[in-house]
């Protein structure tokens, strides 16, 4: 596909998405607000404690920037619109996914060469196929997978 329309319908697919979280918001204030109705008391919520209008228009500007970009950086390999509305529309979670796998090989390849057992079994248990002997969180060292669920330090 052309780089110049996949970033277009890219960036549509960040603004179709921009507008499911809007539309998100608008329902939550609705549902609050017949609830407060059907009670006959309390004040009605405002629709200001519901959208922040700068942080939501900064928030759908960088949806759409990041949507673009998606398209522009995969328009080689989009055959379609759908396909192009559908990377700009997953370009948030498309990037935060790679971003996510960058490190985790990162961290696994400096447990690695410091020569940490911990970092060489659980890389080497879980290449083995022996996810269940491997360390959970043993390639992240300290402030690993375990701390998250309050299970110390790995």
Do not use: C
Not at 65 to 87: C, D, K, N
Not at 92 to 97: E, V
Not at 135 to 145: D, I, L, Q, R, Y
Request: proline share 3%.
């Amino acid at each position: 596909m052309d780089w110049s329309a996949a970033v277009a319908y890219g960036a549509m697919g960040g603004a179709i998405v921009e507008a499911v979280v809007f539309y998100g918001r608008i329902s939550t204030w609705q549902a609050v607000r017949h609830r407060v109705l059907a009670r006959g008391r309390g004040r009605l919520p405002s629709l200001r404690r519901y959208i922040d209008l700068p942080s939501d228009l900064l928030a759908a500007v960088t949806r759409l920037l990041l949507g673009a970009g998606a398209g522009w950086l995969f328009h080689s390999q989009i055959t379609g619109v759908y396909a192009a509305v559908a990377v700009g529309a997953s370009a948030p979670a498309l990037l935060r996914q790679l971003g996510a796998a960058k490190s985790v090989r990162g961290s696994a390849d400096d447990a690695t060469a410091t020569g940490s057992r911990r970092g060489r079994a659980a890389v080497g248990d879980i290449a083995a196929g022996n996810e269940r002997t491997a360390t959970p969180g043993a390639a992240f060292g300290s402030g690993g997978v375990n701390e998250q669920w309050g299970e110390g330090s790995g």
